[in-house]
């Protein structure tokens, strides 16, 4: 077993015990009330991880998120935004759009993480990122289509427009409603691990889908 799957199953075994000891999400502790509400999809509680492939925090929180967003009820709707602010975090943008315009998106989310966390693969460069994708087992001819694409650059733009409306500054940030935002830094207790942290950010993120419908 992979230390993070390890470390994963402690945490998530540990997330009834860290949400009874948090009691309710207090705003301005657990989370907090965005000054601007942001437009989300008609009929639906949008709940959108603002996050980078190259994010130890954000890695540490996958496992946490991808069980619950497993599970999410039928008003409730789940993605990710890739932030790009630097070099680098926008060549792995690209990628994560990439992927996403080719239908694989979900299928190697968790082993792009895991290349860039457990393999070291070199994302430094548009020449790394192809390795890394080949390494994979993407489809090339295809995927250096896609890469430049208008559509991909375009989900780009947004994706930085979205992290500017929410006034992201830091990830993983979990925005809820267009309303609401926490993290595991907002619902974790001092001292606790990365993986109890994250454990504890989804009884946050279930209360402000509870709030949410109560608007």
Request: proline fraction near 7%.
């Amino acid at each position: 077993m992979l230390r993070r799957e390890f470390s994963a199953l402690l945490g998530l075994s540990a997330l009834p015990t860290l949400a009874l000891a948090q009691g309710t999400p207090t705003e301005g502790r657990q989370f907090t009330r965005l000054n601007s509400p942001q437009p989300t999809p008609p009929g639906k509680i949008e709940v959108v991880e603002f996050f980078l492939y190259s994010c130890p925090h954000c890695y540490a929180l996958d496992p946490f998120l991808q069980q619950w967003s497993r599970q999410v009820p039928a008003d409730v709707s789940f993605k990710r935004v890739h932030g790009g602010f630097n070099a680098m975090t926008k060549l792995l943008q690209r990628l994560f759009y990439t992927l996403e315009a080719m239908g694989l998106e979900a299928a190697l989310h968790e082993r792009v993480f895991a290349a860039i966390h457990l393999q070291n693969a070199d994302i430094s460069s548009e020449d790394g990122i192809m390795k890394l994708a080949q390494g994979l087992g993407v489809d090339m001819s295809k995927f250096k289509q896609t890469w430049p694409s208008f559509g991909v650059v375009s989900k780009c733009q947004t994706a930085n427009k979205v992290s500017e409306s929410y006034q992201i500054q830091r990830v993983p940030t979990i925005a809820v409603g267009g309303r609401f935002v926490t993290s595991p830094a907002m619902a974790g207790t001092p001292g606790t691990s990365e993986q109890q942290a994250g454990a504890a950010t989804i009884p946050v993120i279930n209360h402000l889908i509870g709030l949410s419908r109560g608007k």
